[in-house]
């Protein structure tokens, strides 16, 4: 097992978002890999942090990506950052994802976390994925 294919299942995940209409006729086009410097837009998507485990088998290599998915907002209540929650999970759930390098197994949804934000405020939902991926180049 190597870490080579987090970088293609992150793109392939981020064009997903990103090229996903129900979830553009939420936040627009405000899907980063990164939260932005400066004034952050009202409401928007991240792709953070990943947790990655080695799933290899006799078959070849392999891994198990944990990863997660934030939205947040400065809407008062959770209707507008459980909405695009929604989509977001929608849009990746069982998604066939083509990936530069080997395949996507599959793609789950694991668990989300609602929570307030600084003053109390701002909405973030952090929603965490597993997907399995088999590395072709390692057979």
Known sequence: MSYGMAGVLQEA???RLRGDTALQALV???VFDAVPGGTLPATYVVVGEEDVR???DATGGGARHDFTVSVVSDASGFATA???AGA???ALVDAGLTLARGRLVGLWFLRAKA???GAGDGRRIDLRFRARVED???A
Do not use: L
């Open 13 to 15: 995940v981020f064009q």
């Open 28 to 30: 627009g086009a405000e």
């Open 54 to 56: 080695d799933r290899s």
């Open 82 to 84: 459980k909405a695009a």
């Open 88 to 90: 977001v999970s929608d």
């Open 115 to 117: 929570d307030r934000t």
């Open 136 to 138: 072709e180049e390692e």
